[in-house]
């Protein structure tokens, strides 16, 4: 099987990103979300992606009409059937999954790819949502998905070695650099990530330094592009604390037990960039 047809299934960034790799390179696109307005709002957002793309010289008018030709917006699941993949990217909560996955399994096709885009929950509980569990695997984006090159490919205990080849071969398609790794929470960036991240909350915390100079030293230190606590704002401390907790979870290793000082700023309201304020003060920009 070659695929062609891919479902997306989600409103938001990851989902809106995602169309649009897919879609550049070739692959016609269902984009699905519950109402068919918030489905609409996500073309929108591609289509302004790709005018920015157009003003910038990155992308010819041709190339941005072609992109657009090839991407469908529905709020209805059962026009997910014909798709050869079809990625979620809905909310990080395993009880929504599973019952996505079970919707999915019942109307779309026997051929059809079912994957997550998920970086932290167990992709096996989804398998075995299905009638299906060898066609199940994880296929993970990074934010922003037309940007970033990496795809984490995370095979399931079910998945087949078919569905990992047919997945790695349109992370290529999509002109990603594929990498495999076994299902287990944070796969391998989010892994590695979060505990550095968790732990520069951690020196705010005991007053080591202030976030700019935390910021400022592994900018400086490790040639990094964005300190950590940037980082975090930028990622949405909520979404941070739960990709943290997850990894507790699944480990219970201290150093992926979350710092109090994040838990009590999501408790605050002070999520980062999206919420006006976190680490820094943005509402002031």
């Known amino acids: 099987m070659t695929i062609k047809r891919v479902g997306i299934v989600g409103s938001g960034i990851m989902g809106a990103g ?20 918030t489905a609409g709002a996500m073309v929108a957002a591609l289509e302004k992606s790709l005018a920015r793309q157009v003003e910038r010289g990155k992308l ?3 190339e941005r009409a072609e992109t657009i030709s090839r991407v469908r917006a529905t709020s209805h699941i059962g026009e997910l059937a014909g798709c050869d993949l079809v990625i979620e990217s809905v909310v990080e909560d395993l009880d929504v999954k599973k019952a996505l996955f079970n919707e999915l399994d019942s109307v779309c096709d026997d051929h059809t790819i079912l994957a997550t885009n998920t970086s932290t929950l167990p992709i096996v509980e989804l398998a075995v949502q299905t009638g299906r569990p060898e066609k199940v ?9 037309p940007l970033m090159a990496l795809v984490e490919i995370a095979r399931p205990l079910t998945a087949s070695d078919e569905t990992i080849a047919e997945v790695r071969f349109f992370a290529e398609a999509c002109g990603k650099k594929p990498v495999v790794v076994k299902d ?7 892994a590695l990530l979060f505990p550095y991240l968790n732990n520069a909350v951690r020196l705010l915390e005991s007053g080591v330094a202030s976030a700019g100079d935390i910021d400022e030293a592994m900018k400086g230190g490790c040639n990094f592009p964005m ?3 940037a980082l975090l704002d930028l990622v949405g401390l909520d979404t941070s604390l739960s990709i943290i907790d997850a990894l507790y979870t699944e480990f ?8 109090p000082l994040l838990r009590r700023m999501v408790a605050a309201g002070r999520l980062g960039r999206k919420s006006g304020r976190g680490f820094y003060d943005y509402a002031k920009k």
Not at 137 to 145: R, S, Y
Not at 184 to 190: L, M, P, R, T, W
Not at 252 to 259: F, K, L, Q, S
């Open 252 to 259: 219970r290793d201290p150093n992926y037990a979350a710092v």
């Open 60 to 62: 010819s008018e041709g």
């Open 227 to 229: 300190g950590p606590l």
């Open 184 to 190: 287990q929470a944070g796969f391998i960036v989010n």
């Open 18 to 37: 995602i169309a649009e790799c897919a879609a550049r390179t070739g692959h016609e696109v269902v984009v699905r979300s519950r109402k068919q307005e």
């Open 137 to 145: 695997c994880g296929v993970h984006f990074f934010n922003p998905a």
